[in-house]
C-alpha cells in the first residue's frame, strides 16, 4: 500500500497594502484581494489533486497490485503583487519643494536630501507625534504634468496616495505661481483617480525663510485668499509655521473617513466542455 507524500503549501509574506491580482494575456487585470490588514491571506494558485494509490487498485485475485495513478497537476497563474503604501497623511508637490526635508523636520524618518530634482524616488514613512496624538505621514515622491499618463513614473508615485486619508500639498515660495502650480499637481490627481482630488488638503507654502520669499510672502497669501484656500507659510528648515502645519493635519485626521479597500470584481475563467 502506497501512500504519497502531501505536497507543503508554499506561502510568500508581503508587506500589508499589496493587492494582489491575476495577470490577463487578454488585458485588464482581474483583482484577487485587497490585504490591507494585518494576517490576511488568499489562496492565487490552488494545487493538484492526489492520485489513486496501489490499494485502490487490489482485487480478490491480486492483493498487492503494483499500479498506481498519478495526481493532477496544480494550478499555474500569473500573478501582479503590487504595495500601497499605508499612511495617514501624505506630502505631495512638484519635485525639490521640500518634502523630504519636512518629513525628517517633524519625524525620525531620514529621507535623502538634495537640492536636484527626483532625489526621493519611493515613498518615505515616518511617525509624527501632536501632543498624544499621533500619525504616519508618508512623502510622495515629486509629481509633474502628465504624472497621470506615467510619465516621470507618475503611476508609480500616483498610486500610493489611494490609501492616505489627508494630503499636505507642499509648494515652492519661490516659484513664479505657487497656486498655479498647485491647480496642476490637482489635476494630476484628478485625472489619475477621481476620488484624488475630494481628499481633505492642507495647501503650504515652504521655504519663507528664504529672502526672496520672505519679500513677497504676503503677495503669496492675498493669491491664495483669492481663490478661497486657507494657505500655511512654513519653513521645513527653519520650522517656522510646521507645528501649526502638523497640527492642523492632526485635527482633520480625527474626522476623515477611512479609505475603502479595493473591491473585488467577479473573475469569468473559461470552463472546458464536458
Known sequence: DKHGRQGESLTLTVPVGTVVSYKSQIGGDSLIADLDQSGQSVVVAKGGKGGRGNARFATSTNQAPQTAEEGTEGEENAIILELKLIADVGVIG??????????????????RIASYPFTTLEPVLGMVEVGRQSFILAEIPGLIEGAHLGKGLGHDFLRHI????????????????????????????????????????????????????????????????????????????????IPELMAAAAKILQSAPRPEPTKRKKIFRPQPRP
Do not use: C, W
Request: no cysteine; net charge neutral; hydrophobic share 40%.
Open 94 to 111: 512638484y519635485p525639490n519643494v521640500g518634502k523630504s526635508t519636512l518629513l525628517a523636520a517633524v519625524s525620525a524618518a531620514k529621507p
Open 162 to 241: 489611494v490609501r492616505t486619508r489627508v494630503l499636505i500639498h507642499l509648494l515652492d515660495g519661490g516659484s513664479p505661481s505657487p497656486a498655479e502650480d498647485m491647480t496642476q499637481v490637482n489635476t494630476e490627481l484628478s485625472l489619475f483617480d477621481s476620488a484624488l482630488a475630494k481628499k481633505p488638503q492642507l495647501v503650504a507654502v515652504n521655504k519663507v525663510d528664504l529672502p526672496q520669499v520672505k519679500a513677497r510672502r504676503e503677495e503669496l497669501e492675498e493669491s491664495f485668499k483669492a481663490i478661497g484656500t486657507p494657505v500655511f507659510s512654513v519653513s521645513a528648515v527653519s520650522g517656522e509655521g
